[in-house]
T-cell receptor, first 114, second 108 residues
Framework: DGGITQSPKYLFRKEGQNVTLSCEQNLNHDAMYWYRQDPGQGLRLIYYSQIVNDFQKGDIAEGYSVSREKKESFPLTVTSAQKNPTAFYLC?????????????FGPGTRLTVL | GQSLEQPSEVTAVEGAIVQINCTYQTSGFYGLSWYQQHDGGAPTFLSYNALDGLEETGRFSSFLSRSDSYGYLLLQELQMKDSASYFCAVRGYSTLTFGKGTMLLVSP
């Protein structure tokens, strides 16, 4: 079955540690996205990538980093510079031009920094 | 930049019809999407309007007026399983900008 996987579902880290969230898709989508969701809030875009080896900052990129070495994978690193990292992180993918109004989302990773 | 406004919460009973409104201000607009998210789950795509008018998909319909920077999602024959958060999202050139969501509570 095609889809997007994120792991782990729940993640706990100590303050000051970097942590990497995994996102893999087998939908053959060109574009991938990372969003952050806080309680009662909408989705805010962190980073996105439209093609391998290229990515752009979203609205709240500070304290985060990404890589796109493979079409299927778009890992997100939450660095110690992110002041309030506890949140629900959602990865999504879509076809590139003309189709990205429909994004397919993974199940999310809930990160708690203690 | 982009900003979207939608009500924070709407309540309705099973079998009823409910409308969730979305107004937006944007510097680049290609269309309006709607997503559903059950508590703790992944958002799922419901509809997309690029042109003015009504799009119908089963019990759900979505409307767009580009001149009024306004759209709505209409849910008919409400079921308990429709209790969820609904997000409108403006499509820009390369990305979506989401509203804060409307929590729909359906009661028996």
């Amino acid at each position: 079955d095609g889809g997007i996987t994120q792991s782990p579902k729940y993640l706990f880290r100590k303050e000051g540690q970097n942590v990497t969230l995994s996102c893999e898709q087998n939908l053959n989508h060109d574009a991938m996205y990372w969003y952050r969701q806080d309680p009662g809030q909408g989705l805010r875009l962190i980073y996105y990538s439209q093609i391998v080896n290229d990515f752009q900052k979203g609205d709240i990129a500070e304290g985060y980093s990404v890589s796109r070495e493979k079409k299927e994978s778009f890992p997100l690193t939450v660095t110690s510079a992110q002041k309030n990292p506890t949140a629900f992180y959602l990865c999504a993918s879509s076809f590139r031009q003309g189709g990205f109004n429909e994004q397919f989302f993974g199940p999310g990773t809930r990160l708690t920094v203690l | 930049g982009q900003s979207l406004e939608q009500p924070s919460e709407v309540t309705a009973v099973e079998g009823a019809i409910v409308q969730i409104n979305c107004t937006y201000q944007t510097s680049g607009f290609y269309g309006l999407s709607w997503y559903q998210q059950h508590d703790g789950g992944a958002p799922t795509f419901l509809s997309y309007n690029a042109l003015d008018g009504l799009e119908e998909t089963g019990r759900f319909s979505s409307f767009l007026s580009r001149s009024d920077s306004y759209g709505y999602l209409l849910l008919q024959e409400l079921q308990m399983k429709d209790s969820a958060s609904y997000f409108c999202a403006v499509r820009g050139y390369s990305t979506l900008t989401f509203g804060k969501g409307t929590m729909l509570l359906v009661s028996p």
